[in-house]
Every structure is written in structure tokens, then in C-alpha cells.
């Protein structure tokens, strides 16, 4: 079972507006290095879900397991360098959940669920299916399970928020090659089906309720052939939302000129 480590540092007082991010950073040591606290600092989120961070705490300098003015929470995967997830927040959530409660999805570190007043907001890492595609079958339980515990919480009556790299491309719109990559794991059938079962479910991708025609619109390209400036990309990482949280949300955006990371930022505006 995943553990986790709870680092905390003063509470903020509430403001109107909360910014939110989410940000697979493809190895947090790496974007550290990279400048990853200097643009924390700038950006000054209120939370901060973070993918792949592909270490345990311990390794981490203080400053960047704990920065200033920052709660921080951490789900870290058995195997070393690999997965990960944590939660930078300068509110104190009302109570933290490491996994879904599944060993051999909590074993990898892939969700961190974080309860507040207004929402309750489950950042997540989800599997790659592989070239091979030996791990999309894993990848379709992960995704079931996941969307178990979001319908647990809005049985609840909780508004439920989730951000994460979903590593699945809905549709042709969020892909620069969609042709080509028909039987890619990313762009599957059955992978872009669960997130038709969402929104048939009431969950609202937020970018696409802002900006439903926006083409160009990536936040994950691959190293190789200068994909990224050339802007061949994916739409893997996204903030869905339950019907009932759509009503405080007034924007969602992509940030493709935050380097670091093979991925970039995605992020939520919601008005508490």
C-alpha cells in the first residue's frame, strides 16, 4: 500500500477566487532544476496537483518537499523513479486520502484525494497502456475504479473536481494526428469511450466548455522531431468537473509556454 507524508505550513485566509493546477512534471527533481519553484512562486496557485514526481519525499530538499506557505501531500509508487503524485495546497484540506483503496493501483501512487469546504478535488496519474498495450487493461480497471469513487462523493451531494494526466485524447480535436494514431494506446477506442461515459455521467470537461472548437489546444508533446515546437501534441491532462460544481467555475486554460516538462500546466479558476 502507498504511503503517504503530510507536510504542513500556515494556513492562508479564504479569498473569492481559487486558481487551480495541475501539472505532470515528468520527474519533480528534473523540473526542479528547471526552475519549477520560480515558477510556483510566480504563479502562486492555491492547489497544485502533481503528476509522475517519480520519488519518494524524502529525497526532496525541504524547499521543494515543503515550500513556503504550503501544505503538501505525497503518494509515492513501490518502484523507484517511477510514478507519483502530490498535492501543493495553502488551504488545509479538511482531510487527505491517499489511493483508492485498491492495492495494486495504490501501489503505484496514482491518486491523492483532498477534501475541502467547497469540493472535493482527486488529482491522479493515470496508467499508460503501453506501446504493446499490455497495460490497457490495467488502465480501463484504474479508470473504473476512479470513476466509482467520483459518483461515491456526488452521491454524497460533494461537488467532485479531478485533474491529473488522464494519458487518453478524447477526440480527433485533441490530437495534431488522429489518423495516425487510431490504434495508438492514448487514442483507443475504448479509451476515449470512458470519457463519453463521463460526460454521458453529467461530468463537464472544463477546457471544452470554455473553448469547444480551440484546435492546437496540447499539453503533452513527445521529446523527439521538435514535436513541441512544431506543436504536435496531445490533450492528456485535463480538469473535469460534477455537474453541480460547473455553476463556480469561470475559466479553464492550457499552458503551453511553461516549459520544464515534457507536459505543461493545465488550470481552473472556481469561485468559492
Known sequence: MTKVASLQTCKLAPHLMLNLYSWNVNGIRAAHRKGFLGWLTAVSPDILCVQETKCHPDQLDAE?????????YWAWAEKKGYSGVALYSKREPLSIQIGLGIEKFDREGRTIIA????????GAYFPNGRRDHLRVPYKMAYKKAFLKQ????VAEGKRVLFCGDVNTAHRPIDLARPKSNKKSTGFL??????IDELLAQGYVDTFRHFHPDEEGAYSWWSYMRGARARNVGWRLDYFFASANGMPFI???????EVTGS????VSLQFST
Open 64 to 72: 521543494l518537499r515543503q515550500p513556503d506557505g504550503y501544505h503538501s
Open 115 to 122: 477534501e475541502y469546504d467547497a469540493f472535493v478535488l482527486m
Open 150 to 153: 467520483c459518483n461515491t462523493f
Open 189 to 194: 477506442p475504448q479509451e476515449r469511450a470512458w
Open 250 to 256: 469561470t475559466d479553464a486554460a492550457i499552458h503551453p
Open 262 to 265: 515534457d507536459h505543461c500546466p
